[in-house]
């Protein structure tokens, strides 16, 4: 805020899960810049670190709560974090999730009780620890998902059925935050530039046989889309979900994926 401005999001509370890196850590830098006080949670305490100094830059400090949000407790610990030191949530986004790829007969078990337990048991759980605070708010809540959801693939069958379940949570949660004043949204980014989509490139070569570079290039031309996305084109998003300007959306899903999804909607 180096105009000294008050920001669009000033001394407002963002509680964002999986922050500390790619598309959360750009989120937080987003809110940050607009002057809010952004809650942190990720299980890596040196990445939080990082992110907390980057972010410190930009606008207020985050604060930052290392925990194994596969957990209950882990879960628990981000609200009992936050409410010490704000006691307020304005705005809450469900963005960890680490979902495997690869050839379905060659994950393991762990792979798809790992992939709940993260990605949508920790929305599920951070949403509803949350919710008197937001209803108190009148706040906002989007669940970062992903564009398996809507078009699944045999290699991304842990992430496809994750990601269909918590767009479905959202979509049901909508009915209760329209009756206790809390706008749910989901966006579905597409191909990210993140560590993240590395890590499932390199997944997906393994399971495929086929270099990361040619997975790179072969999923820009079968999508269409003309670049691959990046953090900020989500935070962008996130953004304008949460402010006064789009109080009357509800309960929708928007991609943000330069025109990959496969349909209509």
């Known amino acids: 805020m180096g105009s000294g401005m008050p920001g669009r999001f000033q001394d407002k509370v963002v509680v964002i899960s999986g922050g500390s890196r790619g598309i959360g850590r750009g989120i937080a830098t987003a809110f940050a810049r607009e002057g809010a006080r952004c809650v942190l949670a990720s299980s890596s305490a040196a990445n939080l670190a990082a992110a ?64 709940f337990a993260l990605k949508y048991f920790a929305a599920v759980r951070l949403t509803r620890l949350f919710w008197p605070l937001l209803k108190a708010a009148q706040g906002h809540v989007v669940n970062i998902v992903g564009g398996a959801a809507r078009s699944p693939e045999p290699e991304f069958l842990v992430g496809g059925s994750v990601n269909a379940a918590v767009a479905n949570f959202a979509k049901g949660l909508s009915k209760l935050g329209m ?36 997975l790179r290039a072969a999923a820009l031309a079968k999508s269409g889309a003309r670049r691959v996305g990046r953090v ?15 109080r009357h959306i509800q309960g929708t899903a928007i991609a943000v994926d330069g025109g990959a999804t496969v349909g209509y909607y």
């Not at 704000?86 to 790992?114: H, K, M, S, Y």
């Not at 749910?184 to 570079?213: D, F, S, W």
């Not at 900020?232 to 789009?246: G, K, R, T």
């Open 179 to 214: 009756r206790d004043g809390v706008n749910v949204n989901v966006i579905h980014p597409g191909n990210t530039a993140t560590e993240r989509q590395e890590e499932l490139l390199a997944q997906r070569a393994t399971a495929t046989g086929k270099t990361v570079e040619e």
């Open 232 to 246: 900020e084109d989500v935070a962008a998003l996130a953004l304008f979900l949460c402010s006064e300007e789009a």
């Open 52 to 115: 907390a100094k980057a972010i410190a830059a930009e606008g207020p400090e985050p604060l930052t709560v290392a925990a194994d949000l596969r957990e209950l407790s882990g879960c628990e610990q981000v609200l009992a974090q936050a409410k010490e030191r704000f006691n307020r949530c304005d705005i809450l986004i469900n963005n960890a999730g680490r979902t495997r790829a690869g050839n379905f007969l060659d994950l393991p078990d762990e792979a798809f009780v790992d992939g």
